[in-house]
């Protein structure tokens, strides 16, 4: 019997949320092909969002976090936009991360890595992405990351 990527999240202590609805005027997915484009989630997690800048690398552990939380709540959208049935999603194709952060700041990638290396564990070599890691003077709802993505499906 096959190990579900569900499986492998809940070994992780991660059950992913209902997909997050969408802030503004913006479909929060969209299915082109084999393709799901996944709008740019917001750093939140049980306690609401995650928000200010980062200033210095003292913040790159919570700027990590806050990455994370993005990429559960990107694979929440994947699953809806699979029907429920996240095993459906081949691979991880591309991310894009922002990162509100100070002009003098330059750890963005240390950053995202929290989604990437998130996803890598949770996936394996499907999670595998090419990636882009950005500064933002402002986030919305001064959220401290916010990510977007797109990903493979059958």
Known sequence: MSHSYEDTLAAMGVTLPDAPAPAANYVPWMRVGDLVYVSGQISQDENGLITGHLTSPDDIERGAHAARQCAISL????????????????????????????????????????????LAEALGEAGRHTRSAVGAAALPMNVSVEIEGIFEVR
């Open 75 to 118: 694979l929440a959208q994947v699953k809806a936009a699979c029907d429920g049935d996240l095993d459906r999603l081949v691979r991880v194709v591309k991310l894009t991360g922002f990162v509100a952060s100070a002009p003098s700041f330059t750890d963005q990638p240390k950053v995202v890595n929290g989604a990437s290396d998130f």
